[in-house]
């Protein structure tokens, strides 16, 4: 190790920075950020920098560097674009024993700046001893991306709690079992969705029960992972994901997506292809309720997003009854995923003002879609479910008196690897369909916005084809 990692307080000491242009501005904001008391020394400096000695938030002191201004520094900066003035400025500081970083020239000087990820009162800090900070950015943004905004807030709201945890638990590995509990459950995850009483009403459960040893609340995350795309689910779903103990799937959700859970976590497929339900739909929904009541985060991943003919409703309504915790995080749609990756917009200013998704699912009472209402002009219909029935839905939109030459698509697994796009009329899609053996899942997308595509099709020339 090059560096030692430290975290210094600089609260209410005098630091110095010694530059007066955009860096120097940047170093300032985090000097200022830590509340430390900043005499900048430039001849000339920036907007801002003048702006906030005006305000006397900093102190400035507009003339060149003099080795004089180190004494009494608790830190030094060397934000110039002239090489002397930053060798100057290092060696003014090392000769009276302050710590002093030169901005991009970890060679001068004895402190390097880190990248850091700042969820006050939680801040990591990545350094790479100078060699390489571009990838210490890169890792900076991947943390940025997996470390919920509110985890500052959780820490907060932890120290508060420390000193009554203390007294309710003196046994230090009861209160370890605690904080850890605490934790993994819905607590920290009932925070980072804003819900911040209802976060410490948990942790009150699970004080006032003080068997440290007891089973976890569980909870149910019912999650959206979009189409097929994995890089298309939002940040919630692979967070919840990759904390939940159980992960409850599908025939609609891939192995890509499955494969990002949690390496350890239990895995249980619960079927759903179009005939053939490994589960009923109330066993799924009782499956949850009784994965919760163990204890467990249980993650039902879903495709698309769950309350798009997801039947996501039934499996919380059937939690909310059972009075178990739950989340639910929206996925993309697969009319979203599929018009986009296929390069069909669904709404344009001039084709279609409107957009409908419906379902060509057969109803078990027979009753279907108003298709005359549904056969509108400047309208885009995506219809979900309905590659089966394919050749009834265009007769049927036939019928209500939809232009035969009216454009229209099947979009098959759309925004994966394997897309397919079939474009077509109305009156020619269920030939076109049938001759190119559609396989499920696939989306029908009916609309003037259809023929865009021959300009804006982009995903097909980019992914390789697995057919
Ligand atoms: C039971 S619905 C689930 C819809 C899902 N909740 C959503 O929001 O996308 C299943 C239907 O969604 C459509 N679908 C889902 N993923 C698809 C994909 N990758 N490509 C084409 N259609 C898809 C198909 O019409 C399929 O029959």
Same mark, same amino acid.
């Given at each position: 190790m090059d560096y030692l990692p430290?975290?210094?307080?600089?609260?209410?000491?005098p630091c110095l920075l $010694?530059?007066?242009?955009? $860096?120097?501005?940047?170093?300032?904001?985090?000097?200022r950020a830590a509340g430390a008391r900043v005499t900048v020394v430039a001849p000339h400096v920036g907007e801002e920098i003048a702006r906030?000695?005006?305000?006397?938030?900093i102190e400035l002191t507009p003339r060149a560097f003099d080795a004089e201004d180190v004494r009494g520094m608790a830190l030094v900066i060397a934000a110039t674009d002239q090489d002397e003035v930053n060798r100057a400025v290092a060696a003014a500081a090392e000769a009276a024993g302050v710590p002093v970083n030169v901005v991009d020239q970890p060679g001068l000087g004895n402190v390097v700046m880190p990248s850091i990820v700042d969820r006050s009162p939680v801040v990591i800090a990545i350094g790479t001893g100078g060699n390489a900070p571009v990838l210490a950015r890169m890792l900076r943004a991947k943390l940025e991306s997996l470390i919920p905004q509110a985890y500052g807030e959780l820490a907060g709201l932890l120290g508060s709690l420390r000193g009554r $945890?203390?007294?309710?638990?003196?046994?230090?590995?009861?209160r370890r079992r605690f904080w850890e509990r605490t934790l993994e459950g819905p607590a920290a995850e009932l925070l980072f969705a804003g819900?911040?009483?209802?976060?410490?009403?948990?942790?009150?459960?699970?004080?006032?029960r003080s068997d440290a040893a007891g089973p976890n609340e569980g909870e149910v995350y019912l999650i959206g992972t979009g189409p097929g795309d994995p890089d298309l689910l939002s940040f919630r779903a692979l967070r919840l994901m990759q904390s939940a103990d159980v992960v409850v799937y599908d025939r609609l959700v891939g192995e890509t997506i499955v494969d990002l859970a949690r390496r350890d976590a239990e895995r249980i497929y619960v079927g759903k292809a179009p005939d053939r339900h490994a589960l009923s739909q109330d066993e799924i929904n009782q499956l949850l309720v009784r994965l919760a009541r163990a204890g467990k985060r249980a993650a039902r991943l879903k495709g698309g997003d769950p309350f798009v003919f997801g039947r996501g409703g039934e499996e919380i309504e059937t939690l909310a009854a059972a009075g178990v915790h739950f989340q639910v995080v929206p996925g993309i749609t697969a009319a979203l995923g599929c018009a986009a990756y296929a390069g069909i917009p669904l709404t344009?200013?001039?084709?279609a003002h409107a957009c409908t998704f419906v379902t060509g699912h057969r109803r078990a009472d027979g009753s279907e879609p108003d298709w005359a209402a549904l056969a509108r002009p400047q309208h885009t219909l995506v219809v979900y479910m309905?590659?089966?029935?394919?050749?009834?839905?265009?007769?049927k939109l036939q019928a209500a008196g939809v232009p035969p030459t009216l454009p229209a698509a099947i979009v098959e697994r759309g925004t994966t690897q394997a897309q397919r796009v079939i474009?077509?009329?109305l009156a020619t899609l269920t030939e076109q369909g049938k001759a190119a053996v559609v396989r499920p899942p696939a989306l029908l997308i009916f609309g003037e916005v259809v023929r865009l595509r021959e300009q804006l099709a982009w995903f097909e020339q980019t992914a390789p084809r697995h057919d």
């Amino acid at each position: 190790m090059d560096y030692l990692p430290i975290f210094l307080s600089l609260r209410a000491r005098p630091c110095l920075l $010694v530059g007066g242009g955009g $860096v120097a501005e940047r170093k300032l904001a985090l000097l200022r950020a830590a509340g430390a008391r900043v005499t900048v020394v430039a001849p000339h400096v920036g907007e801002e920098i003048a702006r906030l000695a005006a305000r006397g938030e900093i102190e400035l002191t507009p003339r060149a560097f003099d080795a004089e201004d180190v004494r009494g520094m608790a830190l030094v900066i060397a934000a110039t674009d002239q090489d002397e003035v930053n060798r100057a400025v290092a060696a003014a500081a090392e000769a009276a024993g302050v710590p002093v970083n030169v901005v991009d020239q970890p060679g001068l000087g004895n402190v390097v700046m880190p990248s850091i990820v700042d969820r006050s009162p939680v801040v990591i800090a990545i350094g790479t001893g100078g060699n390489a900070p571009v990838l210490a950015r890169m890792l900076r943004a991947k943390l940025e991306s997996l470390i919920p905004q509110a985890y500052g807030e959780l820490a907060g709201l932890l120290g508060s709690l420390r000193g009554r $945890v203390r007294a309710a638990l003196p046994d230090g590995t009861a209160r370890r079992r605690f904080w850890e509990r605490t934790l993994e459950g819905p607590a920290a995850e009932l925070l980072f969705a804003g819900r911040r009483d209802e976060a410490l009403a948990a942790i009150e459960r699970s004080l006032a029960r003080s068997d440290a040893a007891g089973p976890n609340e569980g909870e149910v995350y019912l999650i959206g992972t979009g189409p097929g795309d994995p890089d298309l689910l939002s940040f919630r779903a692979l967070r919840l994901m990759q904390s939940a103990d159980v992960v409850v799937y599908d025939r609609l959700v891939g192995e890509t997506i499955v494969d990002l859970a949690r390496r350890d976590a239990e895995r249980i497929y619960v079927g759903k292809a179009p005939d053939r339900h490994a589960l009923s739909q109330d066993e799924i929904n009782q499956l949850l309720v009784r994965l919760a009541r163990a204890g467990k985060r249980a993650a039902r991943l879903k495709g698309g997003d769950p309350f798009v003919f997801g039947r996501g409703g039934e499996e919380i309504e059937t939690l909310a009854a059972a009075g178990v915790h739950f989340q639910v995080v929206p996925g993309i749609t697969a009319a979203l995923g599929c018009a986009a990756y296929a390069g069909i917009p669904l709404t344009h200013r001039d084709l279609a003002h409107a957009c409908t998704f419906v379902t060509g699912h057969r109803r078990a009472d027979g009753s279907e879609p108003d298709w005359a209402a549904l056969a509108r002009p400047q309208h885009t219909l995506v219809v979900y479910m309905g590659a089966a029935a394919l050749a009834e839905i265009c007769a049927k939109l036939q019928a209500a008196g939809v232009p035969p030459t009216l454009p229209a698509a099947i979009v098959e697994r759309g925004t994966t690897q394997a897309q397919r796009v079939i474009t077509a009329t109305l009156a020619t899609l269920t030939e076109q369909g049938k001759a190119a053996v559609v396989r499920p899942p696939a989306l029908l997308i009916f609309g003037e916005v259809v023929r865009l595509r021959e300009q804006l099709a982009w995903f097909e020339q980019t992914a390789p084809r697995h057919d």
